[in-house]
């Protein structure tokens, strides 16, 4: 089944790539990868064609997009979605202006194991689906709300039914009681063992109140030498080892990031310098990923998305959804906040927000070594993750804050909304 989708005003492709085809359609586009009268044919679930709408080939059926704006569906490659409770009343502390503490996630770690799989199960699928509505077609989701062998296995596996990409963040607090030494332990012999099956990633949530850099260095060791890809929760709270680490350790992402000084923008800087560029698999270095609507919600210092830019750094932006810090999946408002608070322009928000998540997922080029198709992007033989707007361009999404400007949504080919 081919489906034809043309008339799309403004065609935000994020693909830019030495292939000849490519080049000459960014080209014709008046800004770095964005097209205008375009179409795109879908095959299945992946990208059969791309195009101007006037040249476009014919196809089972045809979606008119009367002058929409589409992009890719948005890649959020920072989450926290397998949870139960309520950080209400943490919450309105905050905003009476009590500082956010890591403890907190030990609330959360309660009511997560006193709930059934069934319960956990629709929760999680109830947040996937409001991700989806709200434009997001590629999702990584954490562990870190069960905290011992069996809740942690439990959160793996009920993420792998639900979302693209699992972490295991066993290392995301010492639960009260435990020593944090024994604990570093378990995270990284038996516990790790235990989940290793059922996930890609493993995380590290580097900070004053969860684990220092030591424990961290231990956790982020133990999981390399399993084969897991690295990614660190760093530098949110205040200064610290946790983009240091990052770097040294080749992570794929460090998220957070509020609290940098020259170093260490220079030593992510430095993770890029040998990167071939968007169609490379290789050299990619440790993207700094930005959650900015984390920050509002914590109050912190925005992380200074406009600074690493300008140093050479490559940005993602997700939506960290948890109940504790950033209780929304709307990649959208994160787009917008970027926009309007950060420095970034429409393009580099919504770049960092698509192409920016695959590379942070290492899902920017096709074909991984398990077969998976690229995402973050559109070109020929991506997956089809697309997101189109009820507006004639994507600056809406800054122009507009707070309008839900999603009106169709495509996941792997399949009509999601
Ligand atoms: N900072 C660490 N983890 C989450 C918050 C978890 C929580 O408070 O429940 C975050 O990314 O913000
Ligand atoms: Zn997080």
Redesign the pocket.
């Given at each position: 089944m081919t489906l034809l989708i043309d008339n799309i005003g403004e065609l935000s492709t994020q693909h830019l790539t030495e292939e000849p085809d490519a080049t000459a359609l960014s080209a014709r586009g008046d800004a770095a990868g964005v097209l205008r009268d375009a179409a795109v044919v879908l095959e299945g679930e992946r990208i059969a064609w791309v195009g101007p709408s006037s040249s476009a080939p014919a196809a089972d059926e045809r979606y008119d997009a009367a002058g929409r704006a589409v992009l890719p569906g948005w890649v959020d490659s920072?989450s926290?979605l397998v949870f139960a409770g309520d950080?209400t009343a943490e919450f309105e502390a905050r905003m009476a202006g009590q500082a956010?503490a890591?403890g907190?996630?030990g609330v959360?770690m309660g009511a997560t194991r006193a709930a059934s799989d069934d319960e956990l199960r629709r929760l999680l699928g109830a947040r996937v689906a409001e991700a989806v509505a709200g434009g997001t077609t590629y999702l990584e989701t954490k562990t870190?709300?069960g905290l011992d062998v069996e809740n942690e296995v439990r959160s793996a596996v009920l993420a792998g039914e639900s979302v693209d990409e699992v972490t295991y963040l066993g290392a995301?607090l010492v639960p009260g009681g435990a020593d944090a030494e024994e604990y570093t332990d378990l995270v990284c012999g038996p516990m790790l063992e235990a989940v290793l099956p059922h996930v890609r990633w493993a995380d590290v949530?580097c900070?004053a109140g969860?684990f220092t850099e030591e424990q961290s260095r231990r956790v982020l060791e133990a999981c390399r030498a399993a084969g897991l890809g690295l990614r660190v929760?760093g530098n949110?709270l205040g200064p610290g080892a946790g983009v240091r680490l990052a770097a040294e350790f080749g992570a794929a992402s460090v998220?957070?990031v509020n609290f940098l000084d020259d170093a260490d923008v220079a030593a992510l800087a430095a993770t890029w310098a040998s990167w071939a560029g968007p169609g490379s698999a290789e050299g990619a270095g440790t993207v700094a990923t930005v959650?900015p609507a984390?920050d509002l919600s914590t109050r912190a210092p925005l992380a200074p998305a406009r600074r690493l830019l300008d140093a050479g750094v490559q940005i993602a932006i997700a939506s960290?959804c948890?109940?504790?810090?950033?209780y929304t999946s709307s990649v959208g408002f994160c787009v917008t906040t970027a926009v309007l608070q950060m420095g970034l322009s429409v393009q580099e928000a919504v770049r960092a927000a698509t192409f920016g998540g695959a590379l942070a997922l290492r899902r920017h080029v096709g074909q991984d070594a398990d077969g998976k198709r690229a995402v973050g992007s559109i070109a020929v033989g991506h997956r089809a993750d697309l997101h189109m707007l009820d507006a004639p361009s994507a600056t809406h999404l800054a122009y507009r804050p707070g309008m839900p400007l999603t009106h169709a949504v495509w996941r792997a080919g399949r009509r999601v909304r």
């Open positions: 920072h926290h950080r956010y890591a907190g996630i959360t870190g709300y995301h949530f900070e969860a929760h949110q998220d957070h959650l984390c960290n948890n109940p504790g810090t950033s």
